[in-house]
């Protein structure tokens, strides 16, 4: 959301700091063999959809992209959250998957020119590195940072480390 924001409206946009951006689009396009190994994911959240068991599509979002807790240690009212509002993530799946905005296509990414901190834990899903490496590669003042012992929840788990990348960089724009 953040980086179409600064695509549409530049003018608005100082700088960007993405957080394991999960543009998929651009691994599909740099790497496509890098998307295999999310399919069975991506497949069982959408069956679990289709059923409308949302809390075993909450269940399987957790399993890939959470911080590494376990569904039954997490809270029944955490579960009831996610599992409420796990409609989302399918809804996303054509901006995040299909370039929907047209970002990639268009060159737009080549045109920004605010400065962009590309944030990602060393122990994240193979993808995520790929998507900022892709992204780092298109925009013109990319930082990509790697925080070690971290995973997609980085913010949440190594909330120091992150912030610190964050107030530098900062910093320095």
Not at 66 to 89: C, F, K, N, S, Y
Not at 93 to 107: I, Q, T
């Amino acid at each position: 959301m953040a980086l179409r924001l600064a695509v549409e409206q530049p003018e608005k946009v100082r700088s960007l700091t993405l957080i394991e951006p999960v543009f998929f689009a651009v691994a599909g396009q740099d790497v496509p063999a890098s998307l295999v190994a999310a399919q069975p994911y991506r497949d069982a959240l959408q069956a679990a959809l289709d059923k409308g068991d949302y809390r075993a599509a909450a269940r399987a979002f957790v399993e890939v992209w959470g911080d590494g807790t376990q569904w039954e240690a997490l809270p029944e009212t955490q579960q009831h959250a996610m599992a409420q509002r796990i409609h989302i993530v399918a809804a996303t799946e054509d901006a995040l998957y299909n370039d929907a905005s047209g970002m990639l296509v268009s060159g737009a990414l080549e045109r920004l020119d605010q400065p962009v901190l590309l944030l990602h834990g060393a122990q994240s899903e193979a993808v995520i590195p790929i998507i900022n490496t892709g992204l780092a590669a298109r925009l013109k003042r990319a930082k990509n940072v790697r925080i070690e012992g971290a995973s997609h929840m980085l913010p949440m788990t190594h909330p120091a480390l992150c912030g610190a990348e964050i107030k530098t960089f900062l910093a320095a724009v």
